[in-house]
């Protein structure tokens, strides 16, 4: 018997987890999964991936991350610190916060707290192509580039051959590929489609801000601290960026009302650059923009749950936070490692890796490590926009109090660093 080739379904792919969304986090759940040796699909809308030789141009790109040693330690478990740290990472040892309303300010450094630094400022690209490399030759790993699901059907509601399935879930593609897996991940970042077809709720909480992001060069060196200053409750960070072995770079992130960021967009190179070194007291001198200004909507959001019967949520599809205390793709990162960890253990011990009882242990562990850091950045925006005269002193007294505090300080650096709770393995 013919079959007519226009209209024959292809075949079914299986793997044991699919993973939609190759940004950062995506790809580092996938790397643990595969180094595990899982058989893993990613599935990714853009086109082609990042390669490391085009990660970094002359100048830093726009889009940076403040990555914690916690998160370091994860890159460096999946193999890919060792190219982040040979093509272009920035660590900073010094930090300092203080409120431009006031007398407050705060400082850490690595020294006080007994480390060797307090993170590292990188490209997410350079981030992203490190990853990438760990996953595109792997045996276990099959990608999917330029292609998005369109439709996600579940045990229950998927005959094949006329018997309903009972173990896994089918992602249909956008090219109309099937693929099969005991467990899909949407790792598609904040406006998941995959979250929304599996139906889950989420809380927002529109923050009333716009990031306004851009590089600088400033007339003075970083000297390796990250630099944030509360203007009217609006964060200006300054954070380092070293181009070989030039310390004027600065990377900037000014969380502001959205008209303000509608004025700064506007500037010209020249005026946004005196904007923003005015703005920030020219600690670091005259300022020069070297890019425009780009800007992103700030919506604090979280998930009502991060798991269903053989489906899972990580990262930004879970959960995104304002960036003034450069949490959100830590938080992820730490999402994909615990996941791994609990995913990796079932599969290796036989049991079923995709069902409810695995996937709670990993919502369990994470949940409220993620809602105490989206709380705080929530209890910091209204904290700092006060102009409560008795809480504009309080908070001004509380900083310059505690910054003489070093075993308080030491405290606030092991959570901000990303020692929080129990690690899993791969990052400890
Ligand atoms: C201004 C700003 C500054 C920040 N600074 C920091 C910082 O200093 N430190 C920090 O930790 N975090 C920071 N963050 C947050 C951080 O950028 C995010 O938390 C992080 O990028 C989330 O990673 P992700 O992989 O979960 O999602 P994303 O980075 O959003 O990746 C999602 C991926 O899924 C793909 N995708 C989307 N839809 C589909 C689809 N339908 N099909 C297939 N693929 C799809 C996308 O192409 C993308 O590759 C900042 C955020 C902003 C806005």
């Not at 981030?127 to 990608?143: E, F, G, K, S």
């Not at 005259?286 to 053989?310: E, G, S």
């Not at 930004?316 to 253990?345: C, F, K, R, T, Y």
Request: glycine fraction near 8%.
């Amino acid at each position: 018997m013919q079959t007519d080739s226009s209209t024959a379904k292809p075949p079914v792919e299986h793997f044991e987890a699919i993973i939609v969304g190759g940004g950062m986090v995506g790809t580092a759940f996938c790397a643990l999964l595969a180094q595990a040796g899982m058989k893993v699909a990613l599935v990714e809308a853009r086109p082609a991936p990042i390669s490391l030789d085009k990660a970094t141009g002359p100048l830093p790109a726009p889009r940076v991350s403040a990555l914690t040693p916690v998160s370091q330690r994860l890159l460096a478990h999946v193999g890919a610190w060792p190219a982040m740290q040979a093509t272009r990472v920035t660590p900073y040892r010094g930090m300092q916060v203080w409120d431009a309303e006031g007398s407050g300010e705060i400082a850490f450094s690595a020294y006080e707290a007994g480390v060797a630094v307090l993170g590292h400022i990188v490209e997410n690209t350079v981030t992203l192509a490190a990853l990438n490399r760990q996953v595109l030759d792997h045996p276990n790993v099959t990608t999917f580039f330029g292609a998005s699901p369109q439709a996600l059907q579940r045990a229950n509601s998927h005959a094949v051959n006329g018997n309903r399935a009972t173990s896994g879930d089918w992602l249909i593609l956008d090219d109309g590929r099937q693929l099969h897996a005991s467990l899909i991940v949407a790792a598609d970042g904040a406006h998941s489609v995959l979250r929304e077809m599996a139906d889950i709720e989420v809380a927002s909480d529109d923050m009333q801000q716009h990031a306004v992001v851009t590089t600088v060069q400033c007339a003075k060196p970083h000297g390796g601290t990250a630099r944030q200053a509360f203007i009217d409750g609006r964060p200006l960070a300054f954070l380092p960026l070293t181009v070989e072995g030039n310390e004027h770079y600065c990377s900037i992130v000014w969380s502001t009302t959205p008209e303000h960021a509608d004025e700064l967009s506007a500037l010209s190179r020249d005026a946004l650059g005196e904007a923003l070194g005015e703005a920030f007291g020219h600690r670091l001198g005259d300022v020069t923009a070297c890019d425009k200004a780009h800007r992103f909507p700030l919506v604090q959001r979280h998930a009502r749950h991060y798991v269903q019967p053989h489906f899972a949520l990580v990262g930004d599809a879970a959960h995104s936070i304002h960036p003034l205390a450069g949490q959100g793709v830590n938080l992820g990162l730490m999402d994909a490692a615990v996941l791994a960890e609990e995913v990796v253990h079932a599969w290796q011990r036989g049991a079923p890796w995709g069902e409810l009882s695995t996937l709670r242990r990993y919502e369990r562990r994470r949940r409220f490590d993620n809602s105490a850091m989206l709380g705080l950045m929530k209890g910091f925006k209204v904290l700092f926009g006060s102009h409560d005269p008795a809480l504009t002193m309080m908070r001004n007294l509380g900083m310059s109090g505690m910054n003489q505090l070093v075993p308080l300080k030491r405290v606030l650096m092991r959570q901000a660093t990303g020692e929080r709770g129990r690690l899993p393995l791969t990052c400890r």
